[in-house]
């Protein structure tokens, strides 16, 4: 995995992810993958995992892609579609490419899959960069 100093600072200071099990797993300039656990404290009443964890899993992976290039960068927007359920137990992994860059902003999209391969949720996001533009 490449050394990308701002991403793991950021990594290293977002308690949020870290308490819920997230971990980056790989990363490259415009992209990341994240893994997270779905743990039974994780599921809603209809025993699926809770969509707005599933959007945090792929939201981290979005901000460790976009923040790849070095100046801080947040979501100026995002939305996800759904496509199947995940339950107790299941090992999620996000996966965010750029799509592409534009003056401070930027488009990502995220891949959020099943370990066996089935697609959980696609998200899209939008970037701001508040830093200088490269």
């Known amino acids: ?22 971990e980056l797993v790989d990363q490259g300039e415009g992209r990341a993958v994240t893994r997270m656990t779905v743990r039974e ?3 809603n ?31 100026a927007s995002a939305d996800i579609v759904f496509v199947a359920p995940a339950r107790a137990g299941d090992v999620l992994e996000a996966e965010a490419v750029l799509r ?17 391969g089935g697609i959980i949720a696609e998200f899209r996001g939008r970037s701001h960069q508040l830093g200088p533009v490269s």
């Not at 995995?1 to 997230?22: F, K, T, Y």
């Not at 592409?100 to 066996?116: H, S």
């Open 100 to 116: 592409t860059r534009f003056g401070r902003a930027g488009l990502y999209d995220v891949t959020v899959r099943r370990g066996g």
């Open 1 to 22: 995995m490449p050394h990308l100093p701002s991403v793991e600072a950021m990594m290293a200071r977002d308690e949020a992810s870290r308490r819920l099990g997230i």
């Open 45 to 75: 009443g209809h025993a699926m995992a809770h969509g707005g964890l599933i959007f945090t899993l792929a939201d981290t992976a979005f901000a460790c892609a976009c923040n790849s290039f070095g100046p801080v960068t947040v979501a």
């Open 41 to 43: 404290d994780m599921v």
